[in-house]
């Protein structure tokens, strides 16, 4: 009789010890209603344009690249015109589509005084008056599909002698051509970008990473 008691109370025991565990086992409730919407947070800054319709080339021209000679012209009434003659440089461009010159924008930048800070962007057209105030210095571009054309000429301001341009020696000047789809330019317009100002423009369309663009007429695409 001890002994069958003993296995009952032992019966007992794991009874009550398996109530007990599945009393205390989880059980998932049924999911909840789904919350309100937040409300929207604040817009971030906005961030500087990419660089997929944005193409640029960086090359530098030494004066033996200058032919002589061209004209950079302006209409200054019906039927009549004013030109200077150039030296002139054509880069051939194959980002420079009809499709650009028609709603996009090409833009020129070069470095005027490499002696004193490489990193001075200056766009085109650039004049500069010589010290005898005799005479300007000038550079400035023209564009045609799939071609940009570079000038250099000298206006005279006053008598006096200026600079045969033929025999002239062109300094070696680093150029750089950005080119840009109407999209692009479109909201540049629209957010107020001074395009003169090179540092702005950079910063825009995020041009730090062509800065180090190798050298050649047409090898800094990319």
Known sequence: MQKLNRVGMVLVIIASLTILFSGCSKSSGPAGATGAQGATGPAGPTGPQGNANVLVDVFSLTNSQWIYNSQY?????????????????DVTDSAVTQAIL?????????????IVDTNQWAPLPFQFVDGSNIFTYNI?????????????????????????????DIP???????????TISTAMQQTGID???????????????HHALPDGAGAGRN
């Open 73 to 89: 012209s302006l209409e200054t009434s019906n039927g009549s015109y004013t030109e200077y003659f150039t030296r002139y440089h």
């Open 102 to 114: 028609n709603t996009g924008e090409v833009m020129v930048f070069f470095v005027p005084n490499p």
């Open 140 to 168: 400035a571009f023209e564009t045609m599909p799939y071609t940009v054309r570079l000038h250099y000429f000298f206006t005279q301001l006053q008598s006096g002698t200026i600079p045969n341009l033929a025999s002239f």
């Open 172 to 182: 070696t000047y680093k150029f750089k051509i950005v080119v840009i789809s109407g």
């Open 195 to 209: 395009k003169s100002d090179y540092n702005a423009v950079s910063a825009y369309l995020g041009l730090a990473s």
